[in-house]
């Protein structure tokens, strides 16, 4: 069973800097997609930042390029997730996600407040 857990949120001014640990257990391919989504009160979940194994290319989505970067420790089988010159419009629940042999696992979530 692959399990996930999510730390490092809370709360953060604006122009601030946090970083969002996830640490996986269970039996998970080193080639697995690791990624982070996250859902804003009344909006859609979405993708902040994936990264694959091998090349071990992110992929970013427009409003975090540039402030966000995505990595991972296999050895750890830990991904993180350092965000910089955080705004309000960040503040969201932020969700990490493993594709392992094309199922998908998803953490509980961890909170993130940036105040302005």
């Known amino acids: 069973q692959v399990q996930l857990v999510e730390s490092g949120g809370g709360l953060v001014q604006a122009g601030g800097s946090q970083r969002l640990s996830c640490a996986v257990s269970?039996?998970?391919?080193?080639?697995?997609?690791m990624a982070w989504h996250r859902q804003a009160p009344g909006k859609q979940r979405e993708l902040v930042a994936i990264?694959?194994?091998?090349?071990?290319?992110?992929v970013y989505s427009d409003s975090v390029k540039g402030r966000f970067t995505i990595s991972r420790d296999n050895a750890k089988n830990t991904v993180y997730l350092q965000m910089n010159s955080l705004k309000p419009e960040d503040t969201a629940v932020y969700y990490c996600?493993?594709?392992?042999?094309?199922?998908?696992?998803w953490g509980q979530g961890t909170q993130v407040t940036v105040s302005s």
């Open positions: 996600k493993v594709v392992n042999r094309g199922i998908a696992y």
């Open positions: 269970g039996s998970v391919f080193s080639g697995a997609a």
């Open positions: 990264i694959r194994d091998g090349a071990n290319a992110a």
